[in-house]
């Protein structure tokens, strides 16, 4: 089974992240999975933006998401030219067999983003940082697959996926060796490993078994042989 290769933010490297444009040029370079954030604004739209506020990039001054209508963030965007699309508009353009990893950032957002992904025909998953988030999504939308984030000790790594049911664990590259994967695999878990931008370092997960990579440039993954032991 080849490992899959995620877009971090779509193709950071080249274009804007986050935005239409670096999704579709990841598409372009060789991805077969997309990962993203996501927050909503004060009227309930799901919008695709790293950041809890408009960043300088996007607007002349710190703006929260959750305190501004969608027309309010659309407007402030266009002034820059740099686009922050709805989650709805970034689902309708990936292709059939690709995948869409969702990291759900907003607070108290999860109805929003389990309404949006059930109305789309793309394959969604969303994972966090805040296990206590995906524990919420899992009672609202059981069947979207979820993931849990790692950064730090991920000791409970066993007990968490257990009492939340996730499909993947995503540990920070640095984590991982052949236990963690043993112990993610031994759980029914994949393990999909963030953000690797090294070559190297690409190689030695791949032999490890990593289920997923999540890169800044998935051209970074070309020649590399992405097999997963799974």
């Not at 089974?1 to 274009?15: F, K, N, Q, V, Y």
């Not at 933006?49 to 266009?78: F, K, M």
């Not at 000791?155 to 060796?177: K, M, T």
Request: net charge negative; proline share 3%; hydrophobic share 50%.
């Amino acid at each position: 089974m080849s490992i899959e290769r995620i877009a971090h933010r779509g193709a950071r490297i080249e274009l804007p992240e986050n935005t239409l444009a670096a999704f579709a040029r990841a598409f372009e370079r060789g991805a077969n999975a997309i990962e993203l954030d996501v927050h909503a604004t004060s009227d309930g739209v799901v919008v695709v933006h790293h950041d809890p506020e408009l960043g300088l990039a996007v607007s002349a001054a710190r703006c929260a998401i959750a305190d501004l209508t969608w027309q309010d963030v659309d407007a402030t965007a266009a002034v820059t030219g740099i686009s922050v699309p709805t989650l709805t508009e970034v689902l309708a353009i990936v292709p059939p067999n690709a995948t869409v990893y969702v990291e759900i950032k907003g607070s108290g957002i999860e109805l929003l983003v389990a309404d949006v992904i059930g109305r789309s025909s793309a394959h969604c998953a969303v994972h966090s940082f805040d296990h206590a988030t995906i524990e919420r999504f899992k009672k609202i939308a059981p069947d979207v697959p979820r993931g849990l984030l790692f950064e730090g000790n991920a000791a409970q790594l066993d007990v968490e996926v257990q009492r939340i049911g996730a499909r993947e664990v995503w540990p920070h590259y640095s984590l991982v060796d052949a236990d963690l994967v043993a112990r993610a695999r031994a759980l029914g878990a994949r393990t999909i490993v963030w953000t690797v931008n090294d070559a190297a370092e690409a190689r030695r997960l791949a032999g490890l078994g990593v289920d997923g990579i999540c890169t800044d440039d998935v051209r970074l993954l070309d020649g590399i042989e992405l097999r997963s032991l799974a």
